[in-house]
């Protein structure tokens, strides 16, 4: 793709747009704590843990600032993933439904899981999304209302 089809394409108004949720940071905060705790015990073991633990969490934060979940006037476009990185974008013809699954953590911290369902069966599947029952609500109606735009009017005839 060129950089001419890439400005074309980000022409389009978005119109709902979340990321991935800041609870991609607990793993690697648990990790550095645990690592914390354990310096006297294993001071080894301990340096091992916290250095991971901030490789892992510099690497969740380039991942929290790179991806994007954008509703457009016609399509989803959706960026995910560091250091593999993932891109999609989905035409709303191709959209076959959308639905959201949130543990009991979070309901409470307001992040879940997201699955897009595709008109050829196949389903594609987004954890820690950031506001997953605002995000599918919101493709939900977008979806509908280029469904209803794209029918053709009956006319009196």
């Known amino acids: 793709m ?5 400005e074309a394409k980000e022409a389009e108004p978005v119109l709902y747009r979340t990321t991935i949720h800041w609870a ?3 793993g690697p ?6 690592g914390g705790v354990s310096v006297r015990a294993r001071p080894l073991a301990a340096l091992i843990m916290i250095g991971l633990a901030l490789v892992w969490g510099l690497l969740s934060i380039h991942n929290l ?16 993933g560091f250091p593999f990185k993932r891109f999609y974008e989905f035409p709303f013809s191709q959209i076959a ?23 050829t069966g196949k389903t594609i599947v987004f954890r820690l999304v950031a506001k997953p029952n605002d995000f599918v609500e919101r493709l939900r109606r ?16």
């Open 2 to 6: 060129t950089e001419t089809e890439n």
């Open 24 to 26: 991609a940071l607990l």
């Open 29 to 34: 905060g648990m990790l550095f704590v645990m």
């Open 65 to 80: 600032r790179a991806s994007e979940f954008a509703i457009g006037t016609s399509r989803l476009t959706i960026r995910v």
């Open 97 to 119: 439904g959308a639905d959201y699954h949130q543990p009991a953590l979070g309901v409470i911290l307001n992040f879940g899981k997201v699955m897009i369902m595709h008109t």
């Open 142 to 157: 977008e979806v509908d209302r280029f469904r209803q735009e794209q029918e053709p009017n009956p006319t009196g005839g």
